[in-house]
């Protein structure tokens, strides 16, 4: 042992705290973090959710002629053929902000045709009670697959 040094493992003793106090600190603030992020992608699918209602409609409102139909299919909202030039319902398909891997639900009608989407979320929404949209309102729901966007919101 020399003499006139500090004994060592004071600054290992000193970094193990500091590590231990980040790592309660940062399991305080977690559930904190994955709660806001459940609350954005909440938003995202009320706002994406709509955009698709608002194109079934506007796809529906510009069927030439006299009867109004819907899309057979999402992808009719992208590129809608029944006119010469190019007209679009909606710009890209956006995916499920709940479930990015895998397709939104689709509402049909007697004909085949839809007429809404959902997510197929099983997992319970964040936001409890109605949800109140520009035109539509989304009643309390026990999963967000249970939140419908139709184009027609009247029930």
């Known amino acids: 042992m020399r003499r006139g040094r500090p004994s060592r493992g004071f600054t290992f003793v000193a970094v193990l705290l500091l590590l231990a106090l980040v790592a309660l600190g940062l399991a305080a603030v977690g559930p904190i973090w ?3 992020a459940q609350r954005e992608r909440e ?19 510009s069927s030439p002629g006299s009867e109004k139909l819907y899309p057979l299919s999402l992808e009719s909202l992208l590129l809608d053929t029944r006119f010469v030039g190019t007209v679009r319902h909606l710009r890209k398909p956006y995916p499920d902000p709940l479930s990015p ?40 729901a026990q999963r967000y697959a249970d939140w419908k966007f139709l184009a027609d919101p009247k029930p």
């Open 101 to 140: 891997g895998k397709p939104w639900g689709v509402l049909r009608d007697g004909s085949g045709r839809i007429v809404g989407v959902y997510s197929i979320s099983t997992e319970v929404p964040l936001a409890q009670g109605e949800q109140r949209l520009d035109d539509r309102v989304l009643p309390p």
């Open 34 to 36: 994955s709660q806001q």
């Open 43 to 61: 938003r995202d699918l009320i706002r994406v959710g709509t955009l698709y209602a608002n194109a079934i409609a506007s796809y529906r409102q």
